[in-house]
């Protein structure tokens, strides 16, 4: 088949993909699918070709990165359980003081709390930031807004354990640890220099407070759960309970002759504790990391230091850790929650897999190399443009990266650009315009009394700044590696 041919219904399956998703609202994983299966047949792989190649590809990315994701998650899970985050926010506010306080909470939701589901953490941490924003003067609400959602969306894509980084690292095989290094080194200058950015704009009338807010809520409307009880957030934000719970300050009656079990009463465990079987795995992590960086040879570390057995001890110390503060019964009720939440993303990733399977199948790779020159930074801007216009019309962060990327991986060796810089390239630019298409963009607009001329400014100029800085970043790594 010619190379135009192959470009041709190369381009097809990738629009036929997103129309179905947008326009026929077919469920991510199924379009997927499906636009593998016509880019398969439409450049002559033939059925068992194709259907190998799809089911391979899945298999592949999953062998990299499906327990990762299953473990972040379920880590995650148990920390939203025991109130980390809460804790946590209430510690930098005491340290750091108010007006510090969009920075060291997005630099914290960026990193160390990645392994919680974005979902998760965005409806447990929006609140709290929300409450914090009159602390910190007339423009705290933009403020913290566009930290949360900078934040939020950079973490996701850049920072193991965030589920994006993992699926980006498994499908260009890039070490896990080595991402992490990366994936930080971009991450951090990124949200601090994009705050800074959306700061000195509001300061000079870009935010308007009687257009761009809104005071819907009231402080009560935010309770906090009881970690005993908690089945998880709503889209709201608010816990639903057992059934069947007693009040607070009742005791269920027992019925005569039988057995009454005593709930776990909470202990208030240090903040560090709470967090410290995630710090040392990503530690473990980037230890074993840098072992094989250096070529050394310690089997202690580089057993401890892979990634899928550093993530399985912070998972242990995570349950430990939970079951101490908030009881058997409430570490189950997280795991439970934790599955649920893992079984779309590893689906979401699989499939990412396939397709990209499918495009280096087809040939692609070979042709776009003829593309491009020996040098890093056109096919980085391709890769980064590519999740862009996909983010634009998919609205999802994860499928347009894993998309891009799949994209350009094959012509990865053949230019000798180092498969991490794609990766943090097409993370860059999944997060351009973030707008009515994410459920992100709502979930931030309502849990932070936004307007949704306030969500526009925060949320998706705020976030597409971000998507350019982090480029900058990825282009002056790119000199270096």
């Known amino acids: 088949m010619s190379e135009t041919a192959i470009l041709i219904n190369t381009a097809v399956a990738v629009l036929a993909t997103v129309l179905l998703i947008v326009r026929f609202k077919v469920n991510p994983v199924i379009a997927l699918v499906l636009g593998s299966l016509y880019l398969g047949l439409s450049t002559g792989l033939g ?37 980390a985050i809460r804790r946590l926010v209430e510690h930098l506010l005491r340290v750091f003081g108010p007006k510090a306080l969009p920075y060291t909470m997005a630099l914290a939701i960026g990193t160390a709390l990645q392994s919680i589901f974005l979902d998760v953490l965005l409806v447990i941490s929006a609140p709290l930031a929300r ?11 933009a403020r913290m807004a566009a930290a949360m959602a900078i934040a939020l969306e950079c973490g996701i894509v ?11 690292a498994g499908l260009l095989g890039v070490p896990l640890g080595k991402m992490l290094i990366f994936g930080f080194l971009v991450v951090v200058p990124t949200i601090v220099v994009s705050i800074a950015i959306m700061t000195f704009l509001f300061k000079r009338g870009f935010w308007k407070s009687d257009r761009d807010e809104q005071h819907i809520f009231e402080e009560e409307d935010f309770p906090q759960a009881q970690p005993s009880q908690s089945h998880g957030p709503d889209a709201y934000g608010i816990s639903s309970t ?23 009463t909470p202990r208030e465990a240090p903040l560090l504790l709470l967090f410290t079987p995630l710090l040392v795995s990503l530690a473990l992590i980037a230890g074993g990391a840098l072992v094989d960086i250096l070529g050394a040879e310690f089997a202690p570390l580089q057993l401890v230091g892979n990634p899928v057995v550093a993530l399985l001890i912070g ?10 503060t908030v009881g058997q019964k409430s570490v189950e009720n997280a795991i439970a929650s934790g599955f649920k939440e893992s079984g779309q993303i590893l689906l979401l990733t699989g499939v990412g897999g ?8 087809a040939g692609l790779g070979d042709i776009l190399g003829g593309f491009f020159t020996a040098s890093a930074v056109a096919p980085l801007l391709v890769v980064w443009g590519i999740a862009a216009i996909l983010h634009i019309a998919v609205g999802s962060v994860t499928l347009s ?19 991490v810089l794609i990766a943090l390239a097409a993370g860059a630019g999944s997060l351009f315009m973030v707008h009515v298409t994410s459920n992100t963009f709502w979930l931030l607009q309502s849990l932070l009394g936004q307007s949704v001329r306030g969500a526009l400014k925060t949320v998706t100029f705020g976030v597409s700044v971000a998507s350019v800085v982090a480029m900058l970043v990825v282009l002056v790594l790119s000199i270096f590696i």
Do not use: C, W
């Not at 499906?66 to 880590?75: H, K, S, Y």
């Open 354 to 361: 396939s397709l990209a399977a499918t495009v280096a199948a």
């Open 47 to 83: 059925i068992t070709k194709t259907i190998e190649t799809i089911t391979g590809g899945f298999g592949e990315i999953m062998v990299e990165v499906g327990l990762l994701i299953a473990f972040g998650v379920l880590m995650g899970s148990i920390l939203n359980e025991t109130g």
């Open 315 to 324: 998972l242990i110390g995570t349950t430990l850790v939970g079951r101490y």
């Open 158 to 168: 850049f920072m193991v354990p965030g589920v994006a980084s993992l699926a980006l």
């Open 401 to 419: 990266a894993i998309t891009a990327a799949g994209l350009l991986a094959p012509i990865a060796p053949a230019l000798g650009i180092d498969p």
């Open 242 to 264: 057992t059934a069947g719970s007693a009040p607070e300050g009742t005791r269920p009656q027992a019925n005569p002759g039988s057995v009454v079990v005593a709930e776990h």
């Open 131 to 141: 409450r914090m924003a009159p602390k910190i003067g007339k423009l705290g609400t």
